[in-house]
């Protein structure tokens, strides 16, 4: 019996290990130098002045939000992602707004966000599907012209290039960026994130902000005591990356290129082998656009085979493929519902997506006979 195949997992291997293991044995279990090395390193690989390691994406998100300082008002993001994106927007006050996907890409798009955008606007957060970079170059004129935030939710983007050059996280177009290392993401240190910047200020704040909102910087100190005197001043949290976690961060940090170049492979075959399927849907070829694909997401014209998208993604389990589904919008969670109202008729776009999506294993464990049984499992349903 052939293993079961997932839609997405982590890749750990002897050296990840052993970085693991001479952080356990270290002085510091918590954030120490090992975190500083991985924040020097990830900074270095994606071309930022400064990277901030966190606990999560999701405690990323929420203190670049209160990094801003923004106040009261909206912030405009996709619908096509995880709750996180929008919920960071309403845990400093902000009210979510959500504006349509483009149909092509699942990205946020960017006319949809222009009629989005009001006097209350503070902030946008683009949400890079699937490792695919959204408009940044749109995003940041628009930002400019109507004096709002940016920050980019790359938790899916690490390793992939603007369609402009550059790597996602580099700060041209935007505040700061946030990275997920969730274990299902391109690179994985259990739970964990990191913010980018180029702004000195927003650097020290995010600092501040994972930590208590506590500072023993002597330039932030007006008459210290002594050594030992440290001064809260701000409202912060514990969002600190582990030492554990950034060994491990920057040991897959060494080899992301590897996994992207794997997870392109990936994709190469599937393209030779479904594309000439009429009720499927492929991700747009970026031709020499580097992309770092997270998901391979898939469009299934469910009709035209004649089942549905659980009958279709039991079927896929029979043969022992995973898939999965990205996204449930987020204006339809309970929670969002309860508080905007019922919203779904506003974005057809999203909708159309959400109708047909269906993201198919990608991961760079993954062997070719692994990418063969998923071409063939989808094969056979139509
Ligand atoms: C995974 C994810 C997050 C949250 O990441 P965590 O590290 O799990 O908090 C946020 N946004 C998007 C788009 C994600 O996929």
Redesign the pocket.
Known sequence: MNAFIPYGRQLIEDDDEAAVVAALRSDFLTQGPATRTFEDELAAYVGARYCVAVS??????HIAMAALDLGPGEGVTSPN??V??SNAMAYVGLEPVFADVDPDTGNLSLAAVREAINDRTRVIAP?H?GGLPADMEGFATLAGERGVSVVE?A??AIGSEYVSGGRVGNGRFSSMT?F???P??SMTTG???AITTNDPALHEALMMLRSHGITRDPARLADAPGAWWYEQQMLGFNYRMTDIQAALGASQLRKLDRFRDRRLAIIARYRAGLSDLAWLNLPPDTGTQTVCWHLFVARFDFEAIGRTRAEVMAALAGEGVGSQVHYIPVYRQPWYVARQGDRSGRFPDTEAWYARCLSLPLYPAMTDEDADRVIAAVRGLG
Do not use: M, P, W
């Not at 999560?56 to 998100?61: C, F, I, K, R, V």
């Open positions: 999560s994406a999701t405690a990323g998100l992602t995880f996180a994106t949400v599907f939710d938790a899916h946030v997920s290392f969730h299902v993401k739970e964990g994130g």
